[in-house]
């Protein structure tokens, strides 16, 4: 499952069901994607992901965009907030460099997150890799190395949160894994995006038909997130491509608008889609494709 987590004051509710063109992506998994500027100006996108901040925990942090240069990112992102897009910072990912081993690791990267990319200042010595840009939150990708101490991680960035007295610079804090038992257990959720790839146990079966067990296990999954977080808005995460997972990708012309969203959509909490990843949805058109239908 693919989660996403916003400070419980960041959002108002859950989202009424139906439409709502909301359209989350991934971007900074390939130099050929083109520009975090270039994907925000394409009208598609309601939310741009930057991945990853993939080393951190063990007194050393490192920012990995896959090759693109961190030179004139900063300028990029205050672009794609004057369009009304959030920018948010990814932590984690497929690798290995990170993880949490104490609570005071988890408090030490919150104050670098927010002193490097949020909305603290330069301070003893932490740099902005991104300039005086400020992102608008943090998304947590924890694929490896636990689930503890992201309690404590969520905890002092919502500290951070509430001390910050404009309201409408709060921050989001955003978590993409399965290993998310400790942050969830927070209360912090206010909004979720559950990926429905790499997964067969929840992947839409575009081979089977309305009612039947092979559509269960895509229907159940999402009815199991709306039940237990009722308060949170919840994104459908799916691949921009066949070959950019193992699994999940949807037939974006029929399948998807008259089979798979009718599900989701019908549910108080759905929110919107979440895109896996910016370089196979430039190449396949994949959001631009689905964007009315969100």
Not at 47 to 67: A, E, N, Q
Not at 85 to 92: A, D
Not at 172 to 201: E, P, Q
């Amino acid at each position: 499952m693919l989660l996403v987590l916003m400070l419980v004051g960041m959002v108002a509710g859950p989202a009424a069901a139906g439409k709502t063109g909301q359209l989350t992506v991934f971007w900074g998994r390939n130099k050929d994607e083109g520009s975090l500027r270039e994907a925000c100006d394409t009208g598609v996108y309601t939310t741009v992901i930057i991945s990853f901040f993939s080393v951190f925990g063990h007194g050393k942090y490192l920012t990995d965009l896959s090759g693109h240069p961190l030179n004139g990112v900063g300028a990029d992102i205050k672009h794609c907030q004057s369009k009304n897009i959030l920018v948010l910072l990814s932590i984690g990912g497929d690798g290995n460099g990170y993880s949490l081993p104490t609570a005071k690791s988890a408090r030490d990267v919150a104050d670098q997150l927010w002193n490097a990319y949020l909305g603290g200042n330069q301070q003893n010595g932490v740099s902005r890799p991104f300039g005086d840009a400020v992102l608008d939150g943090v998304d947590f990708f924890i694929d490896h190395g636990g689930s503890a101490n992201y309690d404590e991680l969520a905890r002092r960035l919502a500290a951070y949160n509430n001390k910050n007295n404009n309201k409408n610079s709060k921050k989001k804090a955003v978590l993409d894994d399965t290993n998310s038992d400790t942050a969830l257990s927070t209360g912090l959720i206010g909004r979720i995006h559950v990926r429905f790839y790499n997964n067969t146990m929840c992947s839409f079966n575009d081979d089977s038909d309305l009612g039947t067990d092979n559509r269960r296990p895509f229907y159940g999954a999402w009815l199991g997130w709306a039940e237990r977080y009722p308060n949170a808005k919840l994104f459908v995460g799916l691949p921009a491509a066949k070959d950019a997972v193992a699994d999940g990708w949807i037939e974006p012309v029929n399948e998807l608008p008259n089979r798979a969203l009718p599900l989701v959509q019908d549910t108080p909490g759905y929110a919107g889609v979440m895109l896996w990843n910016r370089y196979f949805d430039r190449r396949d058109n994949y959001g631009l494709r689905i964007k009315n239908m969100v």
